[in-house]
């Protein structure tokens, strides 16, 4: 069965600091990857995607995130961190054409002005 | 555009007591509609996934059931709450096709006393 695995539960940076939030997962065949971002108070949003092509993809507010299919990660990365970043972080997969998506438990990061 | 409406937003419920609650998606047809509930450090846990009318999946054994009467409506329920149904669940769809990423509703947190 597919899983996600976060390494950082909870991640404390300084506003301008750079971000990387490491997700691994176990799936044999091809998947599509997510990352989502829940702000305090709001619902699950769609932060960037990976379907396939080059394996360095960019989504909303200047993260990005990396395909390593050789090492079955995809972690996000923010060069300089804002305060209204603060949020938690969630890395998802899901098989391609597959029908489930599958969580990891996320990262909360709270960035310090 | 695609929206997703699920209700109540919070709810507070004697154990035993039986739950029902409702997620509609409008703006497209024949959507995966998926129940997740979130618990802290614990991610999105899947439990219930349809493919159409009629067609449930469940993911974990449990007190929850699931239900789709008709194609933009996915019911979570319950006859008898347990104190340990307690959580924050989430209402999703993805629309059919390889590539494609799930929205979510605002979420329902649920308190069972």
């Known amino acids: 069965a597919q899983s996600v695995s976060q390494h950082n539960h909870h991640v404390i940076l300084s506003e301008a600091a750079s971000l990387e939030l490491g997700c691994n997962y176990s799936?044999?065949?091809?998947?599509?990857l997510f990352w989502y971002v829940q702000y305090p108070g709001q619902h699950l949003q769609l932060l960037l995607k990976?379907?396939?092509?080059?394996?360095l993809v960019k989504g909303i507010k200047g993260f990005e995130a990396e395909f390593i299919k050789s090492k079955f990660s995809f972690n996000l990365r923010k060069p300089s961190v804002q305060w209204s970043d603060t949020a938690e972080y969630f890395c998802?997969?899901?098989?391609?054409?597959?029908?489930?998506?599958?969580f990891g438990a996320g990262t909360r990061l709270f960035v310090k002005a | 555009s695609q929206t997703i409406h699920q209700w109540p937003a919070t709810l507070v419920q004697p154990v035993g007591s039986p739950l029902s609650l409702e997620c509609t998606v409008e703006?497209?047809?024949?959507?995966?509609l998926y129940w997740y509930r979130q618990a802290a450090g614990r991610g999105l846990q899947l439990l219930f996934y349809?493919?159409?009318?009629?067609?449930i999946s469940s993911e974990v054994p449990q007190n929850l059931s699931a239900s789709r009467p008709q194609d933009r409506q996915f019911i979570l329920s319950s006859k008898k709450l347990l104190l340990s149904d307690s959580g924050f669940y989430l209402c999703?769809?993805?629309?059919?096709?390889?590539?494609?990423?799930?929205?979510f509703g605002q979420g329902t947190r649920l308190t069972v006393v």
């Open positions: 999703a769809w993805r629309g059919r096709g390889m590539n494609t990423e799930a929205f």
């Open positions: 799936y044999g065949g091809t998947v599509n």
């Open positions: 990976y379907f396939s092509g080059d394996p």
């Open positions: 998802a997969v899901t098989p391609t054409g597959g029908f489930k998506t599958i």
């Open positions: 703006g497209t047809s024949n959507p995966n």
């Open positions: 349809s493919v159409g009318i009629g067609q």
